[in-house]
């Protein structure tokens, strides 16, 4: 018990006789109703011992009664020992912070700090402040502030380097520009270093880093910033007081790995989750040069969700509840996540992602892509839009080469069977190589561009990836397998989205992006062939949604349709279609899905098509669509010159019987997605292909990346080469002979 209790400093002690004493603080009030605390608490002044208190009770109140109250007061941290080792309002502050000012004053004496000032920048005023809070300021210190302009300076290095070696905590500090900047707190194997920031900071700069690399400079683009003394000193004081919570409670769980801005505008204050990167090549535990490629390994994942868009784990609440803290303007893998607000209706709902992403191509363009957004997501409800796009974007972010990953050197000649030919899973004709140069020049679009022929004896970088066929691993050029991947003035493979998918699990993944793979092929076989197919009854699914959504879009003045394009593969896979009714030009998008279910492979056909309604929407006074800027010539030429006479095969085959669900073979519902990827597998097997798995998970982000590769399986874009695209249309009696490629369908899907 305390020798000269008193009150403590933060509380004002107000008594209502009747009704008790009123300890009254900043942040908190207590109301003590005992009668006893009426006698008490006048003598709690720190003036007098315990002793001396009980003898001036005894006559009012038995001593044990007086002993328990005074040890029920202790006990609640109401009352202190009278030491007044501290200023009164640094006392005050540790007080609210639950901190003893005796253990605060202690830890003030024993740490010090160091500050350091880049740039042009000046320390001193820090300085002044830190030591008006008691602190010790030393050249060498225990902890280390250092101001900035800018989070990217190339001393940040050094300072990193240096810390981490040390095991020395840090922190950075931007005190200038409208936005201040403070924080994280770098704590070596506690929390990720500068150098896991930097990296994300890099990749939500896609601006500068464009200008960086066509000027070839590597130091930071910092813009003029604002410098005002009232900005400046916000900025001191926010940071000192946050090293001081540091000091006396021996850490700072608020900015311990996190970055807080404040918009000295607006107000507004934000917090940004600085992740440790156990790939960093600074603080990581995963070095490249030690890592070896390891068999996948699959279990027994069960299904809870089924609902919306396709089977899952979780939820899509709880997938994004999950991983929602990777979304920062500043250093997240998400930049911005929103909803597209076109018309207010609850059937359609489309969310945008923007998000760090790498191309081959890297021109203005593609750049102006990045900006804007480079994924997005959709569903029958906003919660499944929001993950969709969300996971969409954490999927292309790891897709993008970051230079850690597993690969070996070699030329395909020298991989023997080990190695896939990349043109096995792009397709391209050998006319298309022939043809390359022209075609780029005008195709419009970096996707629809033809590479160089692959050169076998060059040597390169190679990907492992797992064949669940012959469980074993094998090889692809890195270029195909990541995005952004570095590349000779004329590259002869690269990246695409097909087979990509992310999931809670690698097994939900894998069967998300077995399905694109399926949605697409089936896709290239009737878009290329152009080939009248029959239409879906949609009121046979029994699905509100369905009748809803063709009710809303009859109120557009927009026709729906759904045609079924399964392939040989027999898993239902559907194409939407919808166009003006009353307009000359018809503005006609498309939606395409595939699932073992074929209501929800319905479903996600429709919805893909709400996803692009809104780049049609918009019209001025004489009902002529404006469209955005950012929409690409070949889709501009589809809305404006497309049409059911001069694309006949949108339109339904009136002689075949429309389908129902029971026309689709009896798949048994699986409620594990183990049981689904082997019978994923068991269908590409039956047909005589392979099917490999690439897991792209980043060991910082944790949501489940994979890309699934089938050769010779198609893609939808314009990719010619023999084989599927000819032999499985006759096979299924959708042609009676093979269509030449010259006689194609000229215009290359565009989605």
């Not at 101001?147 to 300076?153: A, C, E, N, S, W």
């Not at 990581?284 to 969700?305: A, C, D, E, S």
């Not at 998400?334 to 992403?357: E, I, M, P, Q």
Request: hydrophobic share 35%; charged share 25%; net charge negative.
């Amino acid at each position: 018990m305390f020798r000269k209790p008193k009150f403590k400093t933060c509380f004002r002690i107000e008594t209502v006789e009747t009704e008790g004493v009123f300890l009254v603080s900043e942040r908190d009030t207590i109301v003590l109703q005992d009668r006893i605390y009426q006698l008490l608490c006048p003598l709690l002044d720190g003036n007098q011992t315990v002793d001396e208190i009980i003898q001036q009770l005894q006559d009012k109140l038995p001593m044990p009664y007086i002993y328990y109250a005074l040890m029920e007061l202790e006990q609640k941290g109401y009352i202190v020992e009278h030491e007044e080792v501290l200023p009164s309002n640094i006392a005050v502050f540790c007080e609210h912070l639950k901190v003893n000012n005796e253990d605060a004053h202690r830890r003030l004496q024993t740490t010090r700090v160091t500050v350091r000032a880049l740039g042009e920048l000046s320390g001193s005023e820090l300085i002044a402040t830190l030591e008006s809070l008691q602190i010790q300021i030393v050249k060498e210190g225990d902890f280390e502030v250092v101001l900035t302009d800018d989070y990217l300076q190339a001393e940040l290095v050094e300072i990193n380097q240096k810390n981490l070696e040390r095991s020395r905590p840090w922190m950075l500090v931007k005190p200038i520009g409208t936005v201040i900047w403070m924080g994280p707190i770098f704590h070596p194997e506690k929390t990720g270093c500068w150098e896991c920031l930097s990296q994300r900071l890099q990749g939500n700069r896609p601006v500068e880093g464009f200008i960086q690399r066509r000027n070839n400079v590597s130091s930071p683009l910092t813009p003029p910033l604002a410098d005002l003394p009232s900005t400046r000193q916000t900025a001191i004081t926010m940071a000192a007081t946050q090293i001081l919570q540091w000091i006396v409670k021996a850490e700072n769980k608020r900015l311990e790995g996190i970055l807080v801005t404040h918009d000295t505008i607006t107000l507004e204050t934000q917090k940004h989750y600085l992740i440790k990167r156990p790939q960093c090549h600074s603080c990581g535990i995963l070095k490249q040069q030690h890592l070896k490629p390891v068999p996948l390994i699959l279990g027994n994942r069960k299904k809870t969700f089924t609902a919306d868009g396709g089977h899952r784990c979780v939820s899509p609440e709880a997938t994004f509840e999950r991983y929602r803290y990777h979304i920062s303007p500043i250093i997240g893998v998400v930049r911005d996540l929103g909803k597209l607000s076109f018309d207010a209706n609850s059937l359609t709902h489309t969310y945008f992602a923007k998000h760090h992403f790498a191309s081959v191509f890297d021109d203005l363009s593609v750049l102006e892509k990045n900006i804007g957004g480079r994924s997005a997501g959709k569903g029958r409800t906003e919660a499944q839009a929001r993950a969709s796009g969300f996971c969409e974007a954490i999927e292309r972010y790891s897709g993008v080469f970051q230079g850690d990953e597993i690969r070996v050197k070699s030329s395909y000649r020298k991989m023997n069977n080990k190695a896939i030919h990349p043109n096995t899973c792009m397709n391209f004709s050998q006319a298309q190589y022939d043809e390359r140069e022209v075609w780029n020049a005008h195709c419009g679009s970096f996707f629809q561009r033809v590479p160089e022929p692959f050169d076998e004896e060059r040597e390169i970088e190679w990907t492992p990836i797992w064949s669940l066929t012959y469980q074993d691993f094998k090889y692809l050029p890195t270029a195909y397998c990541y995005f952004g991947y570095p590349m000779p003035y004329k590259p002869d493979c690269w990246a695409d989205t097909n087979g990509c998918a992310a999931g809670n699990t690698l097994e939900e993944a894998i069967v998300q992006g077995f399905m694109e793979l399926v949605e697409r092929d089936s896709v290239a076989l009737w878009w290329y062939n152009r080939t009248q197919r029959a239409a879906v009854d949609l009121e046979s699914f029994d699905e509100p949604y369905f009748q809803d959504l063709r009710h809303y879009y009859q109120s557009l003045d927009r026709e729906l349709w759904v045609l079924d394009i399964t392939s040989d593969l027999n898993i239902p896979v559907f194409a939407a279609i919808s166009y003006k009714s009353k307009c000359q030009v018809k503005d006609i998008i498309l939606g395409f899905g595939a699932h073992f279910d074929p209501k929800l492979a319905v479903q996600r056909a429709l919805t893909e098509m709400n996803q692009i309604l809104p780049a049609v929407l918009t019209a001025d006074a004489n009902g002529i669509t404006q469209y955005a800027n950012s929409a690409e010539p070949p889709v501009l030429h589809w809305w404006k010159t497309a049409t059911l006479e001069n694309q006949p095969y949108l339109i339904p085959d009136k002689s075949a019987a429309l389908k129902k669900p029971f026309d689709y073979p009896y798949i048994e519902k699986n409620d594990n997605f183990l049981d689904d990827i082997k019978l994923c597998q068991q269908i590409v097997e039956q047909r005589g292909m392979e099917m490999l798995v690439l897991d792209q998970t980043r060991p910082d982000i944790g949501l489940k990346v994979v890309k699934v590769i089938i050769p010779r399986m198609r893609h939808f874009w314009k990719r010619l080469a023999p084989g599927r695209l000819y032999d499985v249309p006759v096979e299924l009696g959708w042609l009676k002979e093979p269509i030449p490629e010259d006689f194609l369908n000229p215009i290359p899907m565009w989605m």
